[in-house]
T-cell receptor
Framework: GENVEQHPSTLSVQEGDSAVIKCTYSDSASNYFPWYKQELGKGPQLIIDIRSNVGEKKDQRIAVTLNKTAKHFSLHITETQPEDSAVYFCAARYSGTYKYIFGTGTRLKVLA | AAGVIQSPRHLIKEKRETATLKCYPIPRHDTVYWYQQGPGQDPQFLISFYEKMQSDKGSIPDRFSAQQFSDYHSELNMSSLELGDSALYFC????????????FGSGTRLTVV
């Protein structure tokens, strides 16, 4: 069935260190993978995305990698800052639909 | 830049009452999606509309219904409310379903007492 697994559920890093969040999806025909950042009391905010025909995408301190064979994709945040603290959700858009299946979220804490 | 507008921001209802949540997409966006997010949970897809027609259906209870109007705004109607319906309800919009990521609104927090 449709499923996106996300790890870890919580992650604490020191300011300036890197953070990596990993997701695995089940539908090999999925073709679009966005990452969302959600702060308390706010809606999810798109921070980066990647399509299935690309292996890696970078935007300043944020990068996403995709391994289609293994059905894995990961979010990498470098030089973390306290304002990066939030819940991060990965998602996969399944073939034939436009809905997203979200991962279970990772609560990232960046310690100053 | 204009964002997705949801109203109301907060809503308190009693069990068995009805509620209507409204969503105004980003101008020119023709696709609207509704998600439900319980406390500490990931967003769960409810339903979506493209050009005023239902395009996808997820785990939306039969007690809920939704529609998209000619101006592309959408309303989620919830009847016979149950305590378990208490959650954040997010609306998102995109320019056609095929284009990239969609933009979420700030959500409506529904509390059923």
């Amino acid at each position: 069935g449709e499923n996106v697994e996300q790890h870890p559920s919580t992650l604490s890093v020191q300011e300036g260190d890197s953070a990596v969040i990993k997701c695995t999806y089940s539908d090999s025909a999925s073709n679009y993978f966005p990452w969302y950042k959600q702060e308390l009391g706010k809606g999810p905010q798109l921070i980066i995305d990647i399509r299935s025909n690309v292996g890696e995408k970078k935007d300043q301190r944020i990068a996403v990698t995709l391994n289609k064979t293994a059905k894995h994709f990961s979010l990498h945040i470098t030089e973390t800052q306290p304002e990066d603290s939030a819940v991060y959700f990965c998602a996969a858009r399944y073939s034939g639909t436009y809905k997203y299946i979200f991962g279970t979220g990772t609560r990232l804490k960046v310690l100053a | 830049a204009a964002g997705v507008i949801q109203s109301p921001r907060h809503l308190i209802k009693e069990k068995r009452e009805t509620a209507t949540l409204k969503c105004y997409p980003i101008p020119r966006h023709d696709t609207v999606y509704w998600y439900q997010q319980g406390p500490g949970q990931d967003p769960q897809f409810l339903i979506s509309f493209y050009e005023k027609m239902q395009s996808d259906k997820g785990s939306i209870p039969d007690r809920f219904s939704a529609q998209q109007f000619s101006d592309y705004h959408s309303e989620l109607n919830m009847s016979s409310l149950e305590l378990g319906d208490s959650a954040l309800y997010f609306c998102a919009s995109s320019l056609t379903p095929k284009f990239g990521g969609y933009t979420f609104g700030s959500g409506t927090r529904l509390t059923v007492v």
